[in-house]
């Protein structure tokens, strides 16, 4: 009777342990520090636990000289966010932005959510644009992006 006890606690001392890290890693925040004068746009592309599909999501307005704090519940921190500022035609990145790993992925002028990489079959104004990796900043425990001055081209 003591073994099927003992057994019985370690099973759910395991649940409660990945219970709690499951909890944890599924949801993660976007700190957007906006640097500039002026609002810029910004949508993001993450890996949605709960659809098991990439998802590109737009668009959250920050003001100019200002933060926000943007939480997508099903984000899975360890497979990176990657973003896109722009404000008007123009793109701005955080310095600290991993240049070299990037997406494309559609966009459009509306508020908008695709779980894919194709191009939308519906909404106007489509584009497709660069997304670029924000780095996972440990000590605040977000990803990070401070929009600074320096646009993209």
């Known amino acids: 009777m003591k073994g099927k006890m003992k057994f019985a ?7 409660m342990v990945g219970a709690v890290t499951v909890s944890s890693a599924s949801a993660a925040e976007i700190i957007v520090q906006n640097t500039l004068d002026n609002k810029v746009h910004m949508a ?10 990439w998802t590109t999501r737009g668009w959250q307005g ?14 899975d921190a360890s497979r990176g966010v990657y973003y896109i500022a722009m404000r008007g035609k123009t793109i701005y990145l955080d310095k600290s932005t ?3 790993d990037t ?4 966009v459009r002028d509306e508020t908008f959510v ?4 194709a191009k939308p079959s519906s909404g106007t104004n489509r584009d497709l644009v ?8 440990q000590g605040a425990g977000a990803f990070v992006i401070r929009i ?4 993209v081209g």
């Not at 997406?103 to 559609?106: A, D, E, I, Q, S």
């Not at 695709?114 to 990489?117: G, L, M, P, R």
């Not at 660069?130 to 900043?137: I, P, Q």
């Open 9 to 15: 606690l370690v099973i759910l001392l395991v649940f």
């Open 44 to 53: 993001f592309v993450y890996y949605d636990r709960a659809s098991g599909l």
């Open 62 to 75: 920050v003001d100019g000289n200002s933060s926000k704090t943007i939480k997508y519940d099903n984000l």
């Open 98 to 100: 991993l240049n070299n």
């Open 103 to 106: 997406v494309r992925r559609w």
């Open 114 to 117: 695709f779980d894919f990489s």
């Open 130 to 137: 660069t997304f670029y990796k924000s780095r996972y900043s």
């Open 148 to 151: 600074d001055t320096r646009p």
